[in-house]
């Protein structure tokens, strides 16, 4: 109730069905004859039976059928037309409901022609002329039809056949071919009816002039004679036909002829005009007089006065030749629709004009010509609004999208690649709103949360950051189920960003940075200078790289390729480790760190008790120009043994080098200098003055066990050693763990074998010893806690695990075995207190 209502129109009945019932259901509709049957509507019967169904863009369904339609009742000039509505929530139309709704027109006025130019078919009914009753004939009976005339079944109506008037031929169809042939005929009491669908195959493309008519006197006729002088052409689509129709025993005939404009529209200036001509030729066959009786036009089968055209800014122009109608686009009466072009977001303007002509000749009497003209602009482009609305205090991105037309709707979004229905959205944090206006027109409101993984967020300046929505929006169009996408791409700046901080430490050894993560730094890469620094690259130089997700860590020695030496006196060297954060994706430089610091000038020298002398020069900043590779003793010819873009290590004997010694009663003192020549130049740019004092009374514990051998002849010297050292899986000593099986696995308690070897030199006067041993938690060197293994060559006799020597023997591998030393540990762990610092 209150979902459907009907409308008389003339010779025409539309009944609408609601857009509110109409919402999300799916829906069958079919017209009922008077014996009950339902017969469902296509667009073929529709044609041929005078109906009409046509969804609005508000989603509305029209259904309009003309007063003759094939199941139209009609009783004392009063037509009933019965429709079935069927609604169901699936689209297989599974548990439907059946309505029925039945309404009734009146319409008694029937001209002797009328004609309807519909917009899928063309109706013509002419009044049926009867002879006047022959005095006591005796009525034919249907047999005796059957006789005469085979094809004239005694169940076909009472028209018998239909005559095609073509240029080349004329073709006769019976009833039941016509029908066959998508043609809809019928006869009243009073009336004969043709109705043409326009693609049937006998409708002719015909252009029919504008004529202009003449006065022209005659003694024998006082009325308007046609002239055919022709002006502009426009296209009708025309039937010529004539119609047979038994009556007793006679056969009589009717023209039913029908014409129809099929353009005569144009869009200039922002207005449609629309031309129809008054006079048309194949309507007026046999036709001497013509004269105008009325012309009325409306919207939607509804007449406008003149007054109402005015309001709208409608103007209506009867002439001398034509009718024209003007519209401005966008008026009153018509509606916007929206429409797709090549993936491209557009609107149509969509007007359903009528025009009712009437005319009377000397062949017809009076002519009611009615012209349904469903007119639609062509396509124009319209750009979709986007705002973006932040709601700073919620954190909360409001993205508006539109406004849109009330026939689009809104299917899914995608996301990061992958489409997300709508009901589906909120599942990855979008909420979204349709907002509707008191125009009928609507947007879509998207809110997502700042801190959502689709949003992305970058850094920009200072304390802001961007956050970036990127979201396509598919939507489809009604009833057209048309579909485009709009990308979404809203950019918020907020002043919310925490930047990295550090601090720096020394402990003598090493420098230490450490640095606390932001909000902004998840894909900034730490780098010294334009050297990206990564676990592998720390790890090659002895650095100590960590990140827990909260701080970054980094320690660098003292002596190492990447420390800075900005000062150098007797008492102290200024080291500073300079570290750049930069963006992950554009390298873009983000924030710098340092951390600098004090060290003892005694880090550089080492004073061994066997008389070698170890010395590190470093390169100060500022000295660019300075190669380390040059450097040199008092002796020229003592070069360094390891070299570095800043430092210059040496290695000799107090005895060697030009190294001088001075004694002083308690202490000998031995002196030496690095030095730096240009080339070509005796005087050096860079002197490092350095001694070493050995006291000369000091008692040393030695244990001394006594061989048959005699003492070895050991000399100093200098040179690369390269040595391994490998874990075994068996006390065999035959398999090492290859790189491959590590991590490996072991238990407490269990034998781990290690072996050292002495790879180069393969100089069988060179004896392997172990110093000192020892195990970290980490892996570097010098952090605790530590567990000694080997302690000055010996085995680590404190611990319950006690390290265990294992002689080596000649063997095919083993060629030196004075090259190498093997020892068993047994598998244990750090503690602190009660508490494992590692599995």
């Not at 029908?179 to 326009?198: E, F, I």
């Not at 296209?235 to 353009?263: E, G, H, N």
């Not at 012209?371 to 609004?385: L, M, S």
């Not at 060290?599 to 066997?610: A, D, E, G, M, V």
Request: charged share 20%; proline share 5%.
């Amino acid at each position: 109730t209150g979902s459907m209502s009907s409308e008389c129109l003339g010779n025409l009945l539309r009944i609408m069905l609601s857009a509110e019932y109409l919402e999300n259901k799916y829906l069958s509709l079919s017209v009922v004859d008077q014996s009950g049957t339902a017969w469902e509507l296509s667009e073929a019967v529709a044609a041929q039976c005078g109906y009409r169904v046509t969804y609005s863009t508000w989603s509305s369904i029209e259904f309009r059928a003309s007063a003759l339609s094939c199941h139209s009742h009609l009783e004392k000039d009063v037509f009933t037309i019965t429709i079935q509505i069927k609604e169901s929530p699936t689209p297989d139309m599974s548990n439907a409901t059946t309505h029925l709704k039945s309404a009734s027109c009146p319409y008694g006025l029937w001209s002797p022609r009328e004609l309807i130019c519909g917009s899928n078919y063309m109706e013509v009914s002419v009044r049926r002329e009867v002879p006047q009753t022959i005095k006591d004939f005796v009525q034919d009976e249907h047999e005796d039809w059957t006789l005469v005339f085979p094809e004239a079944k005694a169940e076909e109506a009472p028209i018998w056949q239909i005559v095609f008037h073509q240029p080349e031929e004329k073709r006769a169809l019976l009833v039941s071919n016509a029908w066959s042939a998508g043609y809809g005929l019928n006869a009243t009491d009073s009336r004969v009816l043709l109705r043409v669908p326009y693609t049937a195959a006998q409708v002719q493309l015909v252009e029919v002039g504008v004529l202009l008519l003449a006065q022209q006197a005659a003694s024998l006729c006082r009325c308007n004679q046609l002239s055919s002088l022709q002006d502009q052409g426009i296209t009708f689509s025309v039937l010529r036909s004539s119609t047979f129709y038994k009556y007793q025993w006679v056969i009589l005939m009717v023209d039913t002829a029908v014409a129809c404009p099929v353009d005569g529209v144009d869009y200039t200036n922002k207005t449609i005009t629309w031309t129809v001509p008054k006079y048309i030729p194949p309507l007026s066959a046999g036709v001497t007089s013509f004269k105008d009786v009325l012309v009325e036009a409306g919207v939607d089968l509804h007449k406008l006065s003149a007054k109402e055209m005015a309001s709208r800014k409608y103007v209506l122009l009867n002439e001398l030749n034509e009718i024209t109608m003007k519209i401005p686009i966008g008026a009153e009466g018509g509606y916007y629709k929206t429409s797709v072009s090549n993936g491209q977001l557009g609107a149509k303007y969509s007007i359903n004009l009528f025009l009712e002509h009437q005319w009377e000749d000397n062949k017809w009497g009076l002519t009611k010509h009615t012209i349904i003209k469903e007119i639609e602009t062509p396509f124009e482009q319209t750009e979709v609004a986007i705002t973006n609305n932040l709601n700073l205090s919620a954190r909360l991105m409001n993205v508006t999208v539109g406004t849109f037309l009330p026939d689009v709707e809104l299917v899914n979004l995608t996301i990061k690649g992958v489409a997300v229905a709508v009901p589906e959205a909120v599942q990855h944090g979008y909420l979204i709103r349709r907002a509707r206006y008191a125009n009928g027109s609507k947007a879509y409101i998207i809110q997502v949360p700042l801190d959502a993984p689709s949003v992305k967020k970058e850094y920009m300046r200072e304390d802001m950051r961007a956050y970036t929505l990127n979201v396509t929006l598919a939507f489809i169009t009604h009833p057209s189920s048309e579909t485009f996408v709009i990308p979404v791409i809203a950019l918020s700046a907020v002043k919310d960003a925490v930047l990295p901080s550090a601090r720096g430490f020394c402990d003598g050894r090493n420098l230490h940075l450490i640095i606390s993560h932001g909000n902004v730094d998840q894909n900034w890469l730490p780098f010294i200078s334009d050297w990206h620094l990564t676990p592998e690259a720390a790890q090659k130089y002895n650095y100590n790289l960590r990140d827990n997700g909260t701080h970054l860590a980094i320690s660098v020695p003292f002596l190492s390729s990447h420390v800075n030496y900005e000062g150098f006196h007797t008492s102290a060297i200024k080291a500073s480790f300079y570290l750049t954060l930069k963006d992950g994706i554009t390298l873009a430089q983000r924030r710098d760190f340092s951390v600098s610091c004090i060290f003892s000038p005694s880090k550089l020298i080492q004073c061994l008790p066997n008389g070698t002398v170890i010395i590190t020069a470093i390169k100060l900043v500022g000295d660019e120009d300075l190669d380390t590779a040059l450097l040199v003793l008092r002796d020229r010819q003592c070069k360094p043994s390891l070299v570095t873009e800043k430092t210059a290590t040496f290695k000799f004997n107090v005895n060697t080098c030009g190294t001088s010694r001075k004694f002083n009663g308690t202490a000998m003192t031995y002196e030496n200098e690095v030095l730096y020549f240009r080339p070509g130049n005796d005087t050096p740019i860079y002197q490092l003055k350095f001694l070493c004092s050995y006291a000369v009374e000091q008692t040393v514990d030695v244990r001394h066990e006594s061989k048959k051998n005699p003492p070895p002849s050991i000399k100093p010297g200098f040179g690369c050693l390269a040595l391994s050292l490998k874990l075994f899986k068996e006390k065999s000593y035959s398999e090492p763990y290859q790189e491959s099986e590590y991590p490996v696995v072991k238990y407490l308690r269990e034998a781990l074998y290690f072996e050292v070897e002495l790879l180069q030199p393969k100089d069988a006067r060179l004896d392997l010893s172990l110093d000192d041993c020892w195990a970290t938690n980490s892996q570097s060197q010098d952090s605790l806690p530590q567990w000694h293994i080997l302690i000055n060559g010996c085995e680590n006799n404190k611990e319950s695990y006690r390290t265990v020597f294992h002689k080596v023997n000649y063997s095919l591998r083993v060629k030196f075995p004075q090259h190498l030393k093997r020892f068993e540990v047994r598998m244990f762990t750090f503690v602190q207190g009660a508490s494992l610092l590692q599995e």
